[in-house]
């Protein structure tokens, strides 16, 4: 497959996702973003590191700025991705790996309670 068929594909398969599929997919960024920057420090690659925790800033400022308003727990889940936001900020300037494998264990709690969430929607 060429390069532009692969490209064809990777936006089809993202066009046709549901809320909670992109949803998931986001978390799952996010997750492997906070794991690169983790490796970029033990193998003390600055570049990497950098790319990765300012990758995770957007994709966390992404969700806060999609948070459907509707829902009571959007207030809630606000606060939490000013925080992952926070915790982030500190990351960059700190390089603590700790911070990060905390902020990663929180994304991966709540990434496994919107896939929960999901199931019991489409069950």
């Known amino acids: 497959m060429n390069a532009n068929g692969y490209q064809q594909y990777k936006t089809q398969s993202v066009n046709t996702m549901t809320a909670s599929e992109m949803l998931l997919l986001l ?9 690169r920057a983790e490796l970029a420090l033990e193998v ?11 990758r995770s800033r957007e994709i966390v400022q992404y969700l806060k700025a999609t948070l459907d308003r509707s829902y009571a727990i959007s ?5 939490m991705y000013d925080f992952f936001i926070y915790e982030l ?5 700190g390089r603590n790996p700790k911070v990060i494998q905390e902020l990663k264990e929180l994304v991966e709690e709540l990434r ?9 929607l489409n069950n």
Not at 112 to 120: G, Q
Request: charged share 40%; glycine share 0%.
């Open 27 to 35: 978390f799952d960024e996010l997750v492997k973003r906070l794991t």
């Open 112 to 120: 496994e309670a919107f896939r929960e969430a999901s199931r019991t």
């Open 89 to 93: 900020a500190r990351i960059s300037a």
């Open 75 to 79: 207030r809630e889940l606000s606060i």
């Open 44 to 54: 003390k690659d600055a570049e990497l590191f950098d790319q990765s925790v300012n």
